[in-house]
């Protein structure tokens, strides 16, 4: 059975094991950097990314994390997420994963739109995909090997990169796991 770790540091990683759950696969809370080596695919769930960079720098799982993803680790980022899996971000100086080509803009749709929900074409998807937005960021840059299967104004707000997938909005909070399903192919 494919096992999928979610990385269970700080933020909204028990949606994203239920909504695995619901796709029948094993599921894992990983804490630690041998853990990597234990699971199919990985997900990186949504919350406040410098909190997460800071724990994750704190329990040495920084460079584990970039080499597991780096030798071809299937591995799903939401929200700060995506910004962990990035390169970049336009402001401030945070611990990055840096695996992901794109610079990442943070709180990116700004005070009126802090959250908000849309009805988004996805590349890959027949129907469009509910999606929400929780002061999310969204890609500012992206190198030529990243695909753009989403955007929002213009803006790409879902890509992949070979076997990375990263969203800036929360599949994990709707009940539609045909996202999470993506990253299952990718296994
Ligand atoms: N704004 C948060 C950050 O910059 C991300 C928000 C989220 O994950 N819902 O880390």
Redo the contacts with the bound molecule.
């Keep these: 059975m494919t096992r999928v770790g979610v990385l269970a540091l700080q933020?909204?990683f028990r949606e994203h094991l239920n909504i695995l759950d619901s796709l029948g696969v094993s599921t894992v809370t990983v804490k630690k950097p041998e853990q990597l080596g234990e699971v199919d695919a990985l997900v990186i769930?949504?919350?406040?990314?410098?909190?997460?960079g800071k724990m994750a720098t704190r329990f040495g799982l920084i460079e584990p994390l970039r080499e597991s993803i780096e030798s071809g680790q299937p591995t799903f980022g939401?929200?700060?997420?995506m910004?962990l899996l990035a390169g970049a971000v336009t402001e401030g100086d945070q611990p990055l994963i840096g695996a992901l080509d794109v610079l990442v803009r943070?709180?990116a749709f700004g005070r009126q739109n802090e959250s908000f929900e849309a009805d988004l074409d996805v590349e890959g998807l027949d129907e469009t995909f509910h999606a929400v937005?929780?002061?999310?960021?969204w890609v500012e840059k992206a190198g030529s090997d990243v695909e753009v299967l989403a955007n929002v104004a213009d803006h790409p707000v879902m890509v992949r990169q070979g076997n990375i997938l990263a969203s800036s909005f929360?599949p994990e909070l709707t009940g539609d796991n045909r996202i999470h399903h993506m990253l299952l192919e990718m296994v």
């Excluded at 937005?133 to 960021?137: C, E, S, V």
């Design positions: 933020g909204d769930p949504g919350g406040e990314s410098t909190t997460i939401t929200c700060a997420g910004i943070r709180n937005f929780i002061r999310a960021p929360h």
